[in-house]
């Protein structure tokens, strides 16, 4: 395993200072076209679309901040000393799900600290991983998001692991399995959400996430339909809209929530198995092997990854 953390937050911390003294609108439109430089640079090993992604979500993160704060938050996030829990947590990562193939840059930011999204839902970090090249966190201090950022990276490297086993690339509109040539899906989405966080927890069980727990068993139930009939959407709008609820038909954290219940269904009924075994079984396998729903629901198999599976030796648990 090869992963570089870089902190990016200390150069961040250089562009503040660097427009201190600049008019407010002056200062964030040089803020904003020096993080766009740098993290076009960082990421220019990425594909050009998850790149492209990458640079925009940095951007959108940082938002409009107030630079005194921001530049307070970024003195709190290295007197942390935020690079060596990184590396730190990928080292205990890579002890239980070892991958010795995975070459990837972990990249620290400063997130936006008048988000409430950042600051509260998400505990103070919010992770993103580019395929398997690239991770992007965003971080903002705030009660226990130490903590937080460990169990963050940990949700993440999960994704990376996945990623490099199941490649995907952006094509019209859709995230598309390089082998199997079949788009992800809804189903797909949730299932590897839901392993990520079984994954994470096995690192820090004394945590839990509020967004695997924030449906209640009847929004569950009601919500439970509409998500089944649409497991094989593959917009990757929609599939955003069913994974983290739109406040209105679709309750939030829904797809989140019912992954995780799903993967946990999946390992309740094989009490030997780790969510460092899941990474490298399909979505379908999981689903149809969890119980989930409960049998008077069952409704249609579904189909994921365009049936494709990968080798015994490597659904044995070494990962996505």
Known sequence: MSITVIPAYRVIKRFVKDVADMPRDAALDSLEANVTTYVQHLLSACDTAFADLGRRTAVTQIGDPDLDALGLALDEIDAAKARDLIGQTLQRCGQVLP???LAARVILLPGDGQS???TSTMEGVIGLSLGAQATLLFAWPTTNWKQWLAFTVSHEYAHLVRNLLFPRRVQGGKLVYQKSQEPETLLDAMVAEGIADAFAMTLHPDMAPSWATAVSSESEQRAWPGIR???????????????????DRIPLWAGTAIGYRIVRGYLDRRPATEPANLVGLSARVILEASGYPPPADQGPKVVAYGGEELPDAVQG????
């Not at 009939?229 to 406040?247: C, K, N, P, T």
């Not at 648990?317 to 996505?320: A, Q």
């Open 317 to 320: 648990g070494l990962g996505w």
């Open 116 to 118: 409430r999204t950042l």
């Open 99 to 101: 991958r010795p193939d």
């Open 229 to 247: 009939r649409r497991l094989a959407v593959s917009d990757m709008s929609e599939i955003r809209r069913f994974l983290f609820g739109d406040g």
